[in-house]
């Protein structure tokens, strides 16, 4: 099953695809040339499944930006040049591209530019669940939504038509049931891209300044009046109007995305598939007009079923008000729904049978009177940022001050959480060292600040915070965790490794070099290996004595990748063993280093280590103050 | 629409997205089923959070596609509602007990025995919850579901593999074992052929599971 037949497969053959998987076969289908991005889940499997296809059609030519917003620019000078174009970000990353998302929606695409924001309702690896629908309405773009994963490939592809059409960047949402949600899709022909394409030197197009961006602005409102008259017929957006009733009243829906699909669930639950009337939006924003009168005149009550913010809702009220609906018919949306997380299937049957006072019971659910401990996510065993986190915890306690810890976000994020409890403030991607910058404006020196983030994170937003830092002053002391990969959203490359997206060589940037450029002075700079934990404490001491703004580099693969690296080579990693006798169960390894492949046994006071996750790290072995730990010598 | 309802529950790393992905699958090729869907956790769960995979199978449908004009009908939502799960595959017990929603009178679940408790519980962090004991929970699976088979699975992977890994595919041969009527075992072997590179251990797996009821 290698990821790489999703290329090869001929049209008209059926692949069971990650909804991701089909969003990349759609831009393989549509020719498109250029795609750009940077990794976050639920969006990350896209560039990823693209890149597996570059072997077979090198016409692709793919990145992975060192973020979302140059992601979006390289998207945007592909457009430019007239090839169809795809940047793929997460939601919150789209706030990063924003500045150049806001401005070449004035300008318009020349060849197809897609933006793909894959949103997070529930928040299942997100800081928030930002409903970026809302950036349609903010830059005037069309969005577009899909409810499976043969409609996402189907709609991909025709996204980069639309696009190309009315010279319109397209927004291209999703949601993580989307994206990882799995189905049946019928693949469709792959398009040759266009072959001639090139720069056209239409400043006035492309240079947003003042006095371009003046026309331009009327140029996007008249482009988008055509748009919004068009929705009315696309074949996206689906009008099925019944004239019969449900106790005696006719009632109609409004969905899109994941929504509709569990909305299909419950009418055909409920039996009443025929019974009521529905609108499927696979346009949500402008919304087709002409077809929601049509539906507001075919109803006595309207239900809208949309997650997150009432986009939906608030329009078709708006569209309601105008047309003079108001007070003929019911219109409800959030009043029945909730405004957070993702739907679970049965709340939508619930809820409209509630609307149309259909009898729905459920056979009694079955319930515990307990109430169950959260299964947290924790750091791997043998996981780096757990020997960098014990230094500095340790470090913490021989001085005898509370460190300010900001942090960023990535796998160490996790340190947050018992035992190590060593993250104070966390935001935004990049936010650590913007934050330190801040503290250290408040707080004397005898307040150490540190500013804790991963290598990719530290190409993408943090190096502009180190420059900041370097420039006003903000002492500071910035703790890199290079731990050589992307790795919370699947392992990814990023500068520091040198391999492109393709796994063909590119330029590595070394983090040590980088930081020397931006004006950290060669004392100031610290690179130990992470797991090395006696030195790892005895030279963070230094770095937290030290003065100015100072950056340690702790440095060590990441364990899920140094196994795949033993696996490769065919090389068993050593396996520690806790001496039962010399044991004093003081529980340092189990209480404050806490990896998950150590035991603890109340009853007889002794720790031990669960051979089957242990992966030879031997951090443990130096932690433990009565040398209990070895590595065993036979496995 | 007469559709088959699978839920995989477990810990990340037990492979609840492997065990979705071979029962899709099998759903693809199988001709008694028209369609799949499913859905899986991602993203920072895998690091030994709770995760869940789901399989649907649409014995009788359409294939829906914009492109090529299918109707709309037969679309459905990924995620399974309440009651209604035909198949549990439980690989943690606590994890079985958080999805006991999906259980009805016409489920028939797989538990693992095989306790993992979360880093939370046993550092007694303040958040609430305790964790139930294998009777307690097998008392609540009883009183809701058709019938439970529960067993350690983990130790029986552990003993004839020397490895826990294999828990998933030894369930997965108990399950298809017991909905011969849906899961056809020469099918399914097939499907494991194709999807490890060597798939000798997980076939053994797969066959010990398949022996065990």
């Known amino acids: ?635 | 629409m007469d559709i088959f309802n699978i839920l995989i529950a477990g810990i990340g790393g037990q492979g609840t997205i492997l065990l979705g992905n071979i029962l899709r699958e099998y759903g693809l090729r199988s001709p008694l089923i028209k369609n799949v869907v499913g859905t899986e956790t991602r993203g920072v769960s895998q690091r030994e959070g709770s995760v869940s995979s789901t399989v649907r199978y649409l014995i009788d449908s359409k294939i829906y596609s914009l492109e090529q004009g299918y109707e709309i009908e037969d679309l459905v939502s990924p995620l399974i509602p309440t009651n209604d799960a035909h198949l549990i595959i439980g690989l943690e017990p606590l994890e079985t007990l958080r999805n006991l929603k999906f259980i009805s009178e016409k489920t028939e679940i797989i538990y693992n025995t095989h306790k993992r408790f979360p880093r939370n519980v046993l550092l007694n962090s303040e958040l609430e919850g305790e964790y139930p004991s294998n009777a307690y929970i097998l008392d609540i699976l009883d009183q809701f579901a058709r019938r439970t088979i529960s067993m350690d699975f983990t130790e029986l992977s552990i003993q004839y593999f020397e490895s826990s890994i294999y828990a998933n595919i030894i369930s997965l041969g108990v399950s298809v074992k017991e909905f011969q009527n849906i899961l056809h075992k020469k099918l399914i072997l097939k499907v494991i052929k194709d999807y490890f590179p060597d798939s000798t251990k997980n076939t053994e797996a797969f066959e010990l599971g398949f022996d065990l009821v």
């Open chain 1, 1 to 635: 099953m290698e990821r790489s037949h999703y290329a090869l497969d001929k049209p008209g053959k059926s692949v069971i695809m990650l909804g991701n998987e089909a969003v990349a076969r759609g831009i393989l289908e549509a020719g498109t040339i250029i795609g750009a991005g940077y990794p976050g889940t639920p969006s990350s499997e896209i560039l990823k499944t693209l890149a597996s296809m570059e072997n077979y059609f090198p016409h692709l030519k793919l990145e992975w930006s060192i973020n979302e917003k140059v992601g979006l620019e390289v998207a945007i000078a592909g457009s430019m040049s007239d090839v169809r174009s795809v940047a793929c970000m997460k939601h919150v990353g789209v706030n990063v591209a924003a500045d150049a998302f806001m401005t070449i929606a004035y300008a318009g695409a020349r060849g197809g530019l897609v933006v793909v924001s894959a949103d997070d309702p529930n928040l299942y690896s997100s800081q928030n669940e930002q409903d970026n629908r809302f950036y349609g309405l903010h830059g005037l773009v069309p969005v577009f939504e899909p409810s499976t994963p043969q409609e996402a490939k189907d709609m991909m592809k025709y996204a980069f038509e639309f696009s190309e059409k009315y010279e319109t960047v397209v927004l291209f949402r999703t949601t993580t049931r989307l994206n990882h949600g799995r189905g049946n899709v019928v693949l469709g022909e792959i398009q040759k891209p266009k072959t001639e394409h090139g720069f056209d030197w239409d400043r006035e197009r492309w240079v947003c300044l003042p006095s371009h961006s003046r026309v331009l602005r009327k140029n996007l409102l008249e482009r988008m009046d055509i748009i919004s008259q068009d929705v009315n017929q696309s074949h996206l957006n689906g009008l099925n109007l019944s004239e019969q009733t449900v106790n005696g009243k006719k009632i109609g829906f409004i969905s899109a995305g994941i929504p509709y699909s569990h909305l299909k669930d419950a009418l055909s639950y409920l039996e009443i598939e025929d019974k009521v009337s529905t609108l499927k939006l696979g346009i949500v924003y402008p919304l087709p007009r002409k077809l929601i009168i049509k539906l507001l005149k075919n109803v006595d009550k309207l239900l809208v079923i949309e997650e997150l913010e009432p986009i939906i809702e608030t329009l078709v009220k708006k569209i309601a008000f105008e047309e003079g609906f108001v007070g003929e018919i019911e219109i409800v949306g959030k009043d029945l729904f909730p405004q957070n997380f993702e739907f679970p299937a049965e709340l939508v049957i619930e809820k409209v049978a509630k609307f149309t006072n259909k009898e729905f019971e459920l056979s009694e659910i079955p319930h515990t009177e307990l109430k169950l401990p959260p299964r947290l996510p924790v750091l791997c065993p043998g996981c780096s940022h757990r020997a960098t986190f014990y230094a500095i915890n340790k470090l913490e306690k021989k001085l005898k001050k509370q460190f300010i810890n900001s942090s960023d976000i990535g796998c160490y994020t996790l340190g947050v959480y018992k035992p190590l409890e060593a993250i104070d403030a966390q935001i935004c991607m990049g936010g650590s060292i913007g934050m330190a910058n801040g503290f250290s404006k408040l707080y004397g020196d005898d307040q150490p600040l540190l500013a804790i983030l991963g290598d990719s994170t530290f190409f993408h937003t943090g190096v502009p915070g180190l420059v900041n830092a370097v420039y006003n002053q903000n002492n500071m002391l910035i703790v890199i965790l290079d731990n050589r990969s992307t790795s919370m959203t699947g392992f990814q490359d990023n500068p520091g490794t040198g391999v492109k997206i393709t796994k063909k060589p590119g330029t590595r940037v070394i983090i040590e070099d980088l930081v020397k450029g931006c004006g950290v002075p060669e004392e100031n700079i610290w690179l130990e290996d992470s797991n090395d934990i006696d030195k790892m404490v005895e030279k963070l001491e230094d770095a937290i004595n030290a003065e100015g703004v100072r950056v340690f580099i702790s440095r060590h693969i990441c364990s899920l990748l140094e196994m795949g690296e033993f696996k490769a080579r065919n090389i068993t990693p050593p396996t520690y063993k806790i001496d039962k006798e010399a044991c004093i169960g003081c529980q340092i390894c189990y209480n404050q280093f806490g990896c998950p492949a150590i035991n603890f046994n109340e009853k007889l006071r002794k720790a031990s280590i669960d051979q089957s996750l242990c992966r030879g790290c031997g951090v443990c072995e130096f932690i433990c103050p009565q040398g209990a730990i070895h590595e065993e010598t036979q496995k």
